[in-house]
């Protein structure tokens, strides 16, 4: 009798357990459970300094006294702050998944004098090297040391693209802020346009009928152009064809201000690229896609349209142009573009 009274309770009991578990798990948020071993004992804003190698690169990025990151061996060279903070958290955020002991660690490859990749992590007087050291691609994971020896295995997708470049990280430069609506006049080779309320004209034949399309796609490229990279410590303008450039344009703004550029040659091993030239930074050689130079191939013949009027002009948002109105070296010549 007595046990047949005590069941219901026990099942009472066991209920109440469920029930307490479950709310256990509601409190708690549903946060997932941290998973692997933490190998920086540093925040991604706590870091000062990184240095790695590997990936056929060799970087080392400091914070600057206002914040900023820079790359030591070129401090000028404008950083994308966003990639590197990026590249800061993932970096603080690797994480292994085992940490190798005993017979675990005498079963793996002797350590190699030519390791894979190396980090150097430094926050205030702390420093944390992690070298990766060998891959097992079957287990698709490296075998990672940290400063003290211990030996950690790291998935490889922990890993991959780490090791950025310079190029990877550059912040690419606007050559101007003003918009084409702030070009009063545009310099292309020999040939010189003039604009008002939106209409091009040529300053020595007004009357021409000019290409709209083709002149504002000029003046939004010029204000449009991004560079892909910067020589910060450029040799001669001959090593780039800047002695003579294919093409000089110079715009001048309704505030007095003025830009010139100055188009060289394609860059060696990729011809998607060349150089220029920006009065704005007279000191630096750019980088740019090579398709901006294209858009400035014309002549006073290529630009006539008999049917052209303030009318039917259209506005022209294109920067580059999918074909150019030139030819891919007909440029306007300093004589007044004839050919």
């Known amino acids: 009798m007595n046990q047949k009274k005590m069941l219901p309770l026990a099942v009472l009991a066991a209920v109440v357990l469920v029930l307490a578990a479950a709310l256990a798990l509601l409190q708690r948020g549903g946060e997932p459970e941290q998973t692997g071993i933490p190998l920086c004992d540093f925040s991604a804003d706590a870091i000062g300094r990184l240095t790695y190698s590997g990936e056929n690169t060799n970087v080392t990025l400091f914070k600057g006294e206002e914040g900023g990151w820079m790359l030591e061996s070129d401090p000028t060279l404008p950083l994308e702050q966003q990639s590197v ?35 150097s992590i430094v926050s205030g007087a702390q420093t944390r090297t992690l070298t990766v050291d060998q891959a097992n691609d079957v287990a ?25 470049t310079p190029r990877e990280l550059y912040a690419a430069q606007r050559l101007t802020e003003q918009t084409i609506d702030e070009v009063a006049t545009l310099q292309v080779g020999g040939l010189q346009f003039v604009q008002s309320d939106g209409i091009w004209t040529l300053a020595d034949d007004p009357e021409y009928p000019l290409d709209q399309s083709a002149v504002k796609r000029m003046a939004n490229t010029l204000c449009g152009v991004q560079t892909e990279w910067s020589i910060t410590t450029p040799e001669a303008d001959s090593a ?3 002695d003579t450039p294919d093409v000089t344009v110079t715009a001048v703004f309704t505030d007095g201000a003025s830009l010139t550029v100055r188009w060289g040659a394609l860059t060696p091993g990729d011809e998607s690229l060349c150089y220029l030239a920006s009065s704005a ?5 750019y980088e740019a896609d090579a ?9 006073r013949e290529s630009l006539y349209d008999e049917t052209a009027t303030a009318e039917t002009a259209e506005e022209e948002d294109t920067i580059i142009a999918e074909h150019p109105v030139g030819g891919r070296d007909d440029y306007a010549d300093t004589a007044g573009g004839e050919s």
């Open 85 to 119: 903070q990026s590249l800061l958290e993932d970096v603080a955020g690797l994480t292994a998944d085992r940490l190798l002991q005993g017979d675990e660690l005498a079963a793996i490859p002797a350590r190699s004098d030519t390791p894979l990749m190396e980090f």
């Open 240 to 242: 780039y064809g800047l």
């Open 281 to 285: 930074a007279p000191t630096v050689v």
């Open 291 to 299: 398709d901006y130079k294209s858009v400035f191939a014309v002549t």
């Open 140 to 164: 698709d994971i490296y075998y990672v040391y940290d400063e003290e020896g211990t030996a950690y295995t790291v998935p490889q997708t922990e890993l991959a693209g780490l090791c950025k």
